[in-house]
Antibody, heavy 117, light 111 residues
Framework: QLQLQESGSGLVKPSQTLSLTCAVS??????????WSWIRQPPGKGLEWIGY???????YYNPSLQSRVTISVDTSKNQFSLKLSSVTAADTAVYYC?????????WGQGTLVTVSS | QSVLTQPPSVSAAPGQKVTISCSGS????????VSWYQQLPGTAPKLLIY???KRPSGIPDRFSASKSGTSATLGITGLQTGDEADYYC????????????FGGGTKLTVL
């Protein structure tokens, strides 16, 4: 059974860079034709797709975040990562990783990142 | 403001049926597969429907969905109190503002 688990800093200061990692277990990040996505959800609000990466390293980002987002993959560790630069309070959210194809499934449990000084 | 439009809330009594709509455009719903997600309080979203109308294994047939043109609909029959959750539609967008897009979510209350 494929499982995803997010990890990283839960508190980031304004203007700094948010960094999260998604560890994939129960299957290989390199298998199949899937991409691997990051999605976030501000407190009390809806879902926002951030971007995805293939095991080859090809990426696609949400145009509204593109200038600040970098997603990378480490196939040897079976994980992928998110960096979001120049964060503000508006970036406070629960960040999820998920396998993406025809739908997002499965999802990680999510990790809350708070941007505050 | 979300790219896909959903009603903020719906409600119905236990045992009844409810539908949730998801409206988009030709660049997203109209030309891409739609998926639906259930988010129970305090948990991550869970895939309910993919490819417009397919259920992953383990999803009961009380949950169904359809798509017509630029709109999609999720239906839930035999409502249970455990179905109280937020429901989101999602798809891909092929326009300049491309990528994954979601509806704003619909809060289902089982009265």
């Amino acid at each position: 059974q494929l499982q995803l688990q997010e990890s990283g800093s839960g508190l980031v200061k304004p203007s700094q860079t948010l960094s999260l990692t998604c560890a994939v277990s129960g299957g290989s990040i390199s298998s199949g034709g899937y991409s691997w996505s990051w999605i976030r959800q501000p407190p009390g609000k809806g879902l926002e797709w951030i971007g995805y990466i293939y095991h080859s390293g090809s990426t696609y980002y949400n145009p509204s975040l593109q200038s600040r987002v970098t997603i990378s993959v480490d196939t040897s560790k079976n994980q992928f990562s998110l960096k979001l630069s120049s964060v503000t309070a508006a970036d406070t959210a629960v960040y999820y990783c998920a396998r993406s194809g025809n739908g997002f499934d499965p999802w990680g449990q999510g990790t809350l990142v708070t941007v505050s000084s | 403001q979300s790219v896909l439009t959903q009603p903020p809330s719906v409600s119905a009594a236990p045992g009844q049926k409810v539908t949730i709509s998801c409206s988009g455009s030709s660049s997203n719903v109209g030309n891409n597969y739609v998926s639906w997600y259930q988010q129970l309080p305090g948990t991550a979203p869970k895939l309910l429907i993919y490819d417009n109308d397919k259920r992953p294994s383990g999803i009961p047939d009380r949950f169904s969905a359809s798509k017509s043109g630029t709109s999609a609909t999720l239906g839930i029959t035999g409502l249970q109190t455990g179905d109280e959750a937020d429901y989101y539609c999602g798809t891909w967008d092929s326009s300049l503002s491309a990528g994954g897009v979601f509806g704003g979510g619909t809060k289902l209350t089982v009265l």
